[in-house]
């Protein structure tokens, strides 16, 4: 579809020109649903916490309070942007940009469905966590740049916890490169076929409990939020930051929880693979359900689990949570490499074959 | 102009804007953040020499996690700029000197001579789907194994001697230390008892007013 998009601009444009227009008209084709999810996350997030906590949650504007997330878009965007008198402008400006850029930009490489992906790149999970790991960027210029000792305390907490909590991931990724043989996201889905005892779930079942883990230490949310903390140091990095600059920190912290849950569904779910792959009538029964449906089934239930956790778990104390990263979760994945290694060896399963 | 060319220009320019950059603006976490964007716009360049998984690592450990630190480091120094600049007359000659001696040293070892398409031939363009990561990975673990190890053991060297000498256990007179070992074991049992007793019934008050009514 875009490459004759592509070809019927180059006709009457520059052919760089028209390259660029048909990449500008992909990223909005991905980023655009995306940001869709992230409106109707924030609604399903009260709506699911309201019940866990025996309350209704948004149901004044629109019918069930569907439209919530809309007029809460115009009250962020109608707010005053106060900039403080010390901040540093520039840099006040640009840490939200870079707190949402790489969570943006790391949609390029993830596909939907079988050959629905903006960019089937060979080192489609190195990628994710290189950009990932610019995320980090935004909560420290944001502390930096506010002058102010409660951004700049949240900031350092942030920045401390992503970097320890990366190598955990950076292991369970390698894992699952380990077993797929590639780091192509189609071929690692591709890899899982034939049903739900085919999924990578098995065989790395604490690498899937570690990434979880990690992804919430990655994206700051409950019960590692402690970047946030308002019980300790009043609302961290962007307590200085109002209106729509502070929209969009919260824009980046969605769409990383929408692209961590992604992520766990294509590596260790099977992607867009249907679960009764090989089960005689169960097979044929769900044969309409479409690729993406099936992702986004998984994706929302992993969602799910991100409100439920945060409705469920007190924070973290700081201490006790880089000796879960540390000390607990980093241990298990360099074992678990080795486990994974011995099992490549003795071609164990229906995994290694 | 082709649209590599075009990027492959742009990635260029930022990189040697960001570069200059660096060494001349005042402000040292601006430094940083101008190299920051020196080495994303280099592993641009290398992703685009078809080197992606180099270009990847070195966002990947450079960017989100070297800079980061130095980053950590230049925001907690309360850098007094005037201070260092004391003196630039007095040292500039020497300055000159070693960075002329430096820049000559440069010039001869990757100097123009040494580049150009007829010294390096003509660059292979490889098909789409070459690996650029086992490319690297075959050799790093078969012909270069020794030396790959040894690297290896020598940034462990690194990390202990770092570990050792920032860790000092001071006694427990002076600061008190949390064992999170037993504090995760915590039962509920260990933190409260109940106690079986007697229930006691509170007298009832009599209040006039609800009577009446």
Known sequence: MFETLQAFLSSFLFEWLAILVTLVIQAVAVVLPIMLVVAWLTYAERKVIGYMQVRMGPNRVGYFGLLQPIADAIKLMNKEVIFPDQANKFLFIIAPVLAIAPAVAAWAVIPFAEGMVVSDINAGVLYILAVSSILVYGVIIAGWASNSKYAFLGAMRGAAQKISYEIAMGFALVTVLMIAGSMNLTDIVNGQQGGMLNWYLLPLLPMFFVYFISGLAETNRTPFDVVEGEAEIVAGFHVDYSGMTFGVFMLAEYAMMILISFMTSIMFLGGWLSPFEGIPYLEAAFSWVPQLGWLAFKVSFLLFVFLWLRATFPRYRYDQLMRLGWKVLIPVTILWVFVVGIMKYFDFGPWFN | ?213
């Open chain 2, 1 to 213: 102009m082709t649209f590599e060319l075009f990027i492959f220009y742009l990635l260029t320019a930022v990189a040697t804007v960001s570069g200059l950059m660096m060494i001349t603006i005042k402000n040292p976490v601006k430094a940083a953040l101008w190299l920051i964007l020196a080495f994303i716009a280099t592993a641009g360049v290398w992703i685009m020499a078809q080197a992606e998984f180099l270009g990847l690592v070195l966002i990947l450990v450079y960017v989100g996690a070297l800079m980061v630190l130095f980053l950590f480091v230049v925001m907690m120094l309360d850098v007094n700029i005037s201070v260092l600049k004391e003196g630039f007359t007095q040292y500039l000659p020497l300055g000159v000197m070693a960075s002329i001696a430096i820049f000559s040293m440069m010039y001869l070892v990757v100097g123009p001579e040494h580049f150009g398409i007829d010294v390096t031939g003509e660059p292979v363009s490889n098909s789409e789907n070459y690996n650029n990561t086992k490319s690297i990975a075959i050799p790093l673990y078969t012909t270069h194994a020794y030396a790959f190890v040894l690297a290896a053991v020598l940034l462990l060297l690194g990390i202990v001697a770092a570990i050792s000498l920032t860790l000092r256990r001071r006694p427990t007179t002076e600061v008190l230390y949390q064992n999170i070992d037993k504090q995760v074991k915590t039962l509920a049992t260990d933190r409260f008892r109940l106690v079986k007793m007697a229930s006691v019934v509170e007298k009832a008050i009599p209040s006039k007013k609800e009577d009446e009514k």
